[in-house]
């Protein structure tokens, strides 16, 4: 597994709270989707991705 920082989309921010979720993984589908130039280090206090999870 390729070492990633931990990353979100800025258009997180437009979805509900409870929804928005942060990736650490370069295979997880619907972090791969976020475009790069969406793309912001860190968590902002997200939850991690399922798909992240899944993919430990
Ligand atoms: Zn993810």
Do not use: W
């Amino acid at each position: 597994m390729a070492e990633v920082s931990t990353f979100y989309s800025v258009n997180e921010a437009k979805r509900p709270a409870s929804e928005r979720r942060y990736h650490d993984n370069d295979k997880c589908g619907p972090g791969s989707e976020i475009k790069l130039e969406d793309r912001q280090v860190g968590t902002n206090g997200y939850d991690r991705s399922k798909d992240c999870q899944k993919l430990d």
